[in-house]
Every structure is written in structure tokens, then in C-alpha cells.
């Protein structure tokens, strides 16, 4: 079964700085989707990027990017200038390629980032 | 706007009620989930609905249970089984999965959540 490890449970950057946050999965598929979502106080789940494995190129929106290392399956993600707003749990999520049930969300624990003035 | 919509926000319940928390959504999509979240666990998934009049129990269906008889909507109740029904409840839908080999993102759009409090 797949697994999703975020290893830092709370994170923390000054505003205007850049933050990277980790994710690790764990599978044996070659073909998958990996997503980081964004949930803010309000606790509505915000897609903020995606990624295809078979992609090498790292998807960027805006000032979020990400860090896809498919071999040491790895997929974190840089925020820079970071705002206010960006304060958030951030949760990393691996989608299977397959159909079916395989095709599920898999979800980490969560990162909870803090912004600074 | 197309969108999902869960009610109510808030909602409290006696120790052995049943309770039926709402979930609508009008982008027309195929499948619909049920996610459970509590403190520094991230969100695991209670049920899931690819298809009108079918639905697959998730990682945590224990103590819950479901309909699917509209596309639009997928009621979860909470029963009296369920022993620590405390949490905070997301609904989510997506395109259909798909076969196997399909390549597409499907991604989840979630609805605002429901937070339920057992009293």
C-alpha cells in the first residue's frame, strides 16, 4: 500500500521569506499524480499544485513550486515571498494512475506553516 | 457557481443519535467522498461513491453509513456505532476515476466541512 510522510508537523517563515516543505511516499507504481493541498483557518482544502510522475519538468503556480525527485520519491514544496495569507496546514497527497479504488487520495499528515511579520 | 456544499456548519449530538450530515454539489462529477479529520492525523477516508447507487467503504467505515441516490448528493450518517464521532467532516468529488491507464489529474474539490461535537 502507498503511504505519504510529511516529517515536519509545524514549520515557520518571515514574511517575504522562502519556506520549503517535505514529502516523502512510498510506492511501487510508476505512473501517479501527486497534489499539495492548502487548508487555512477557515478549514476549506485549497488544491495549490500537481504534479504528473511521468513529468520531469517541476510544476510551478505562481510563487509555489515543487521539488519532484520521482527516484528518491520525494515531492516537496517551495513557497517564496511568502504572505500572510499563506499560513496554513498544508497536506501532500499521492494519487494512484489506476482506476478504481487505486485511484483514491492518499494523504500526510499535515504541515502546519506559520508566517511572521 | 458551480461548487460543493456541506450543512450544517456546525452540529452537535447526544451520546447514541444518529446524524446525517449533507453534501451537495453541482459540478458534475461522478465521484464523491467522505473524509474524516482530526488533530495531527491528516484526512482519512470514511466512504466513496464512483457511481450513482454504488458506494465502497474507505479506510474508516466503521460506524458510518451512506446513500448515493442522486448524483448531486452523498449523505453520510453517523450512528450510534460509531464510538468517538468528535471530528471535523469534508466531503470532496471528483471527475469519474476512470480505467486503468487513464491519464488524468481527477483531483478532489472539497466542500467547506462539517464540524460535529458529541455532547
Known amino acids: 500500500a502507498q503511504t505519504v510522510t510529511q516529517s515536519q508537523p509545524e514549520m515557520s517563515v518571515q514574511e517575504a521569506e522562502t519556506v520549503t516543505l517535505s514529502c516523502t511516499y512510498d510506492t511501487s507504481e510508476s505512473d501517479y499524480y501527486l497534489f499539495w493541498y492548502k487548508q487555512p483557518p477557515s478549514r476549506q482544502m485549497i488544491l495549490v499544485i500537481r504534479?504528473?510522475?511521468?513529468?520531469?519538468q517541476n510544476a510551478t503556480e505562481n510563487r509555489f513550486s515543487v521539488n519532484f525527485q520521482k527516484a528518491a520519491k520525494s515531492f516537496s514544496l517551495k513557497i517564496s515571498d511568502s504572505q500572510l495569507g499563506d499560513a496554513a496546514m498544508y497536506f501532500c497527497a499521492y494519487r494512484s494512475a489506476y482506476g478504481g479504488s487505486q485511484g483514491n487520495l492518499i494523504f500526510g499528515k499535515g504541515t502546519k506553516l506559520s508566517v511572521k511579520p | 457557481d458551480g461548487g460543493i456544499t456541506q450543512s450544517p456548519k456546525y452540529l452537535f449530538r447526544k451520546e447514541g443519535q444518529n446524524v446525517t450530515l449533507s453534501c451537495e454539489q453541482n459540478l458534475n462529477h461522478d465521484a464523491m467522498y467522505w473524509y474524516r479529520q482530526d488533530p495531527g492525523q491528516g484526512l482519512r477516508l470514511i466512504y466513496y461513491s464512483q457511481i450513482v447507487n454504488d458506494f465502497q467503504k474507505g479506510d474508516i467505515a466503521e460506524g458510518y453509513s451512506v446513500s448515493r441516490e442522486k448524483k448531486e448528493s452523498f449523505p453520510l450518517t453517523v450512528t450510534s456505532a460509531q464510538k468517538n464521532p468528535t471530528a471535523f467532516y469534508l466531503c470532496?468529488?471528483?471527475?469519474?476515476?476512470?480505467?486503468?491507464?487513464?491519464?488524468?489529474?481527477?483531483?478532489?474539490?472539497f466542500g467547506p466541512g462539517t464540524r460535529l461535537t458529541v455532547l
Open positions: 504534479q504528473e510522475a511521468y513529468k520531469q
Open positions: 470532496a468529488s471528483s471527475i469519474f476515476p476512470g480505467l486503468a491507464g487513464q491519464s488524468s489529474y481527477n483531483e478532489q474539490f
